[in-house]
T-cell receptor, first 111, second 114 residues
């Protein structure tokens, strides 16, 4: 069993839809939870990070962490074609160091 | 601020050949990482440096992979001899050292071993 599980997709939605991306994990020591976006042939770029449990909102993006269920989510409101990318969850027990990534979910937003 | 630079961007070699990748981190970032990202998977950490010292190399296949970071700035990752399963994107990332700081990734080097 992988330490971090993520549905690979692809997930195809129409423009304007609400997108829900999720990861589950097994290591209860993880304290920092991140979402990275990776466009084709580019390196990952950080979208959001959350420390411990709770919600965090940044524009159209909301990150949720439920440590009791070992489950994290990223919601994208009013999705745009420019959101089409692979979304990677990542986790760490040490302030953004030593990241463990999920396998990524490929998202396609159709105009 | 300039980002993480990597070269070459693409490399095609035959199995059993050797190859080297170069990374220049963001100025002032003491911590540097090399990741391997196989197609359809998330990045997997190979090695972490802090300045010019190795912090963690537990997932580096040391029989064929080596890495160095001389003078605590640029780093090189070498594979010798390459195997077919080494085909992947090799990503370099850097971050400041203490507290919460995000990792900044370079564009990666796409290696194809034939």
């Amino acid at each position: 069993q992988k330490e971090v599980e993520q549905d690979p997709g692809p997930l195809s939605v129409p423009e304007g839809a609400i997108v829900s991306l999720n990861c589950t994990y097994s290591n209860s020591a993880f304290q920092y939870f991140m979402w990275y976006r990776q466009y084709s042939r580019k390196g990952p770029e950080l979208l959001m990070y959350t420390y411990s449990s709770g919600n965090k909102e940044d524009g159209r993006f909301t990150a949720q962490v439920d440590k009791s269920s070992k489950y994290i989510s990223l919601f994208i409101r009013d999705s745009q074609p420019s959101d089409s990318a692979t979304y990677l969850c990542a986790m760490s027990d040490n302030a953004g160091n030593m990241l463990t990534f999920g396998g990524g979910t490929r998202l396609m937003v159709k105009p | 601020e300039a980002g993480v630079a990597q070269s070459p961007r693409y490399k095609i070699i035959e199995k059993r050949q050797s190859v080297a990748f170069w990374c220049n981190p963001i100025s002032g970032h003491a911590t540097l990482y090399w990741y391997q990202q196989i197609l359809g998977q998330g990045p997997k950490l190979l090695i972490q440096f802090q300045n010019n010292g190795v912090v963690d190399d537990s997932q580096l296949p040391k029989d064929r992979f080596s890495a160095e970071r001389l003078k605590g700035v640029d780093s090189t990752l070498k594979i010798q001899p390459a195997k077919l399963e080494d085909s992947a994107v090799y990503l370099c990332a850097s971050r400041r050292t203490s507290g919460w700081y995000e990792q900044y990734f370079g564009p990666g080097t796409r290696l194809t071993v034939t």
